[in-house]
């Protein structure tokens, strides 16, 4: 069984910063890609930044990009998420993703976390 665990979440008040992590553990055999999603009360799933675990290719949407940066440590399964200059319509829960094979499936799933998180305020 693959567990995704997020961790970094917290208050934070406008201009600040956080650092989000994720650790995939448990039967995960390897890992195409991470990335974050967030999704805020009443409002549908929206996607953050990925990274690839091949290349470090990354991707992000423009309302993030400048402020927000993905970095990854293979041999730990982590993926972090660097959070600056945070406006609090960048509060939501925040859930972490991983694209890979668990045991010695030969087919890829999207795992997920719990989500940790975050909010924006003074």
């Known amino acids: 069984q693959v567990r995704l665990v997020e961790s970094g979440g917290g208050l934070v008040q406008p201009g600040g910063s956080l650092r989000l992590s994720c650790v995939a553990s448990?039967?995960?055999?390897?890992?195409?890609?991470m990335g974050w999603y967030r999704q805020a009360p009443g409002k549908q799933r929206e996607f953050v930044a990925s990274?690839?675990?091949?290349?470090?290719?990354?991707s992000s949407p423009n309302s993030v990009k400048g402020r927000f940066t993905i970095s990854r440590d293979n041999a730990k399964n982590t993926v972090f998420l660097q959070m600056n200059s945070l406006k609090p319509e960048d509060t939501a829960v925040y859930y972490c993703?991983?694209?890979?094979?668990?045991?010695?499936?030969?087919?890829?799933?999207?795992?997920w976390g719990q989500g940790t998180q975050v909010t924006v305020s003074s």
């Open positions: 993703n991983c694209n890979g094979r668990s045991g010695s499936s030969r087919l890829a799933n999207e795992y």
């Open positions: 448990g039967s995960i055999s390897s890992i195409s890609a």
């Open positions: 990274i690839s675990w091949t290349d470090s290719t990354t």
